[in-house]
């Protein structure tokens, strides 16, 4: 049995006018002697998640491995900050990442290049274990080496979904966003549900959203509470801000299509 704790919560949104939010999910499992990251965040959650890792009495040298579903700046970048860890990533994703020519996409260049040279980086195949029951399972689609991990060491199960299911929202409706195939995505997606499903009680952890498990109605139900929130500048002082909930309920504020923005 691993220890879990969520360092920081996904959060199931994007920016309207500034592009993605990369609020990805950061989880952290203890155990056989490992101390181990699942998704690294991107730059910035770095104060959240040193707070976070202080409060769970961890130091980034104690940190023994970081396990990286894929290679976007989201969930990749903050690889750097644990200098005893051993990285470990998709075989096909480093070398799809690694082929990639700079562009406006998620993929961070240099970063991918720093993976590709560093010596504690350790390639992973489908079935591969990078910890003793935590099993590494290709799911391309969102990008073409993609892999999911589920672990069997706990009861009961869990599954790091990474991107290739971001949210509740894709879960249930078999559809995704931000895809590099849709036909491979909505492929994983039904993968994911076996194995889901498999196992009652089974822990979902997404990408971009709470944890979720199974109800006796066979639906997803939100393990938790979400919390997000913005604090803004909107007055004359430095001393004054005003807050944005980003937890309203559904059917408050406007809707709108992917494609009307």
């Not at 979400?226 to 559904?250: G, P, Q, V, Y």
Request: hydrophobic share 40%.
């Amino acid at each position: 049995m691993y220890q879990l704790d969520l360092l920081i919560q996904g959060f199931p949104g994007r920016a309207v006018c500034h592009g993605g939010l990369g609020w990805s999910t950061v989880s952290l499992l203890r155990g056989q002697g490992r101390v181990a990251l699942v998704d690294v965040g991107a730059f910035g959650v770095r104060r959240e998640l040193s707070q976070q890792l202080q409060a769970q009495g961890v130091k980034p040298e104690d940190v023994t491995d970081v396990i990286l579903t894929h290679a976007h700046y989201d969930h990749a970048v903050n690889f750097t900050l644990f200098p005893n860890a051993t990285v470990w990533i998709g075989d096909e994703e480093l070398t799809w990442a690694a082929s990639q020519p700079p562009g406006f996409n998620p993929l961070p260049e240099l970063y991918v290049r720093e993976l590709l040279t560093r010596e504690r980086v350790r390639r992973m195949l489908p079935g591969d274990e990078p910890l003793p029951g935590l099993q590494a399972v290709a799911a391309p689609g969102h990008t073409p080496g993609h892999l999911i991990f589920v672990l069997t060491a706990n009861t009961p199960p869990v599954i790091f979904t990474g991107d290739s299911a971001k949210n509740r929202a894709e879960l249930l409706s078999g559809d995704v966003d931000a895809t590099a195939d849709a036909q491979q995505s909505r492929d994983t997606l039904a993968m994911i549900w076996a194995h889901w499903r498999a196992v009652p009680g089974t822990v979902l952890i997404p990408g971009h959203d709470l944890s979720m498990r199974l109800g006796a109605d066979g639906q997803p139900d939100y393990i938790g509470e979400r919390k997000a929130a913005i604090a803004a500048w909107f007055s004359e002082s430095i001393h004054t801000m005003t807050t944005i909930n980003l937890c309203c309920d559904a059917g408050f504020g406007a809707n709108y299509r992917n494609d009307d923005v």
